[in-house]
């Protein structure tokens, strides 16, 4: 935990002289504006800065539109990639009038789901740690007109580029096939020393790495793992990963993307994300049970399966997130769990110790905000527990290999970002409970959903369209 006073050191060590302030809207989008760092003193963080809500994408109108924003100290780290040193923080959104935490701030939506786990009794504690996953392209083209729609990737390590002339030089050939990325070596991974860099970034940020590396499609797939930590930590990181990531590629004249599905016929880009609940030190989902989990934990496996459909228009919030959640392609598509299958959505895995007893949820991209993904997955959990929802018998087999009349009981996740949608819709008293998610907050977020995203994407034909089509 820091203080203020240790934030004011750190920007005393560093010679800091500005103050980025940084908020995550409803959409998973990070926005910021930069103070200078004679402000930088306790007022800051007891009385916030005022800030226009109404430009910021679902949230306020324009008559009602002053908002207030407290910088979170323990948040704080020095931004490696800016020329004058400067110190960032992600900081919580407020109405200025009722000095109540904002219903539409995701940050604060995960607040207020932390504070539901503990008026419950059942924990004080909820671990997340998530896996995104990204592409780093050469370069990317992309437009859509009327007249004119197309995307073309750039990949130095693609194969489609085996034929071509290389631009700096002569083109050596090596070349990393579809689904054929998996823990290559270098030359045909070329990103070995920009993921190092990467890493390196995120720990002056504050982020702790595991390891680093290849994933298993061509163009670039990469993976960084990061230590778990608690709910709003976790998606402090993903930000500050998310930054990390696009900041050093772009150095490198290279470009980032966590873009569910952004190539046809081989794998995407998921997030899956580890969950346990803890109460006095003690984690709540080590037992006796199937896989050494606790009958708390298979409840809690319960409510994420039970809700898992509307925990999709969170977790999968992207139209694109649906083009990776279809078999084949290592995404799973069926709400089921499992100890040995990765084809099953909830995997528990195998580890060593009750400490690190846990499950993981395997739909979950990083297209959306972090934080409510993580509050939808925390108050899944709960309502299993609290209801000791039942998850059925566990799927140790190939969900992909099951005859269709067996395959037909399995719940499948959902196969578009407006089923979802709609999901939510039917499916979100468990989610309002305490007050976490507001009512208003999941109709705003479900009305911008359908009017920018879902109806925009109904209305553009795809190019692939005039292959089967253009002839008819």
């Given amino acids: 935990m820091s203080s203020v ?21 409803m959409f998973g989008t990070v926005q910021h504006f930069t103070v200078p760092v004679d402000r930088l003193d ?100 992309y437009n859509s007109e009327p007249g004119n729609a197309f995307y073309a990737l750039e990949s130095i390590e693609a194969p489609w ?32 020393d920009l993921r190092n860099e990467i890493c390196s970034n995120l720990v002056s940020m504050g982020v702790e790495i595991e390891l680093h590396h290849h994933e298993v499609a061509t163009a670039g797939q990469c993976e960084l793992g990061t230590k778990f930590g608690t709910l709003l930590d976790a998606g402090d990181k993903v ?28 794998n995407g880009s998921g997030m899956h994300i580890h969950t346990s609940i803890w109460k006095d030190g003690k984690n709540l ?36 997130s649906y083009r990776r959640l279809v078999p084949g392609y290592e995404a799973p598509v069926n709400l089921a769990y499992s100890a040995t299958n990765r084809s099953a959505s909830v995997r528990i895995p195998l580890v060593s110790g009750d400490k690190a007893r846990r499950f ?31 998850p059925g018998e566990a799927m140790d087999k190939n969900i992909y290999d099951l005859p269709p009349e ?16 709609s999901e939510l819709e039917a499916d979100k008293d468990w989610l309002t409970v305490g007050d976490v998610f507001s009512e208003e907050m999941i109709e705003s977020y479900i009305e911008y959903k359908r009017e920018d995203e879902v109806e925009p994407l109904k209305l553009r034909p795809n ?3 005039f292959f089967l089509y253009y002839n008819c």
């Avoid at 908002?67 to 020329?83: Q, W």
């Avoid at 930000?239 to 016929?265: D, I, R, S």
């Avoid at 037992?287 to 228009?313: C, N, P, T, V």
């Avoid at 993580?374 to 000791?388: C, E, H, P, T, V």
């Fill in 5 to 25: 006073d240790d934030v004011l050191a750190l920007a005393k060590d560093n010679d800091v002289k500005w103050v980025d302030i940084q908020f995550g809207d």
């Fill in 42 to 141: 306790n007022d800051l963080f007891e009385e916030g800065l005022a800030f226009d809500g109404s430009s910021v994408r679902g949230w306020k109108s324009i008559d009602k539109s002053d908002m207030n924003i407290k910088p979170d100290p323990d948040s704080a780290f020095i931004d490696p990639f800016r020329e004058q040193s400067t110190i960032a923080m992600f900081g919580d959104i407020y109405e200025p009038r009722t000095g109540q935490l904002y219903d539409r701030a995701p940050r604060g939506i995960a607040r207020k789901a932390l504070a539901y786990l503990n008026s419950t009794g059942i924990g004080d504690t909820a671990f997340f740690g998530p896996e995104p996953e990204f592409f780093v392209l050469d370069g990317v083209r």
């Fill in 161 to 192: 580029t085996a034929a071509e002339d290389n631009p700096l030089g002569a083109n050596l050939g090596h070349k990393i096939r579809h689904k054929h990325g998996y823990f290559p070596l270098p030359p045909a991974d070329t990103l070995y």
């Fill in 239 to 266: 930000n500050k990963y998310k930054y990390g990531v696009k900041n050093t590629a772009f150095q490198h004249g290279k470009t980032a993307t966590f873009m569910p599905k952004p190539m046809f016929e081989d």
């Fill in 285 to 320: 989902f080590a037992g006796d049970g199937y896989a050494k989990l606790s009958q708390e934990a298979l409840w809690a496996i319960g409510g994420i399966l039970k809700h898992g459909r509307s925990i999709q228009a969170f977790t999968n919030a992207s139209q694109n």
């Fill in 360 to 390: 993981e949820f395997r739909c979950p991209d990083s297209s959306g905000s972090p934080y409510l993904s993580f509050s939808a997955m925390l108050m899944a959990m709960i309502d299993g527990i609290k209801n000791q929802i039942d």
């Fill in 406 to 421: 067996e395959l037909a009981g399995i719940p499948s996740t959902c196969g578009s970002l407006d089923e979802a949608l």
């Fill in 463 to 465: 190019p692939y369209e």
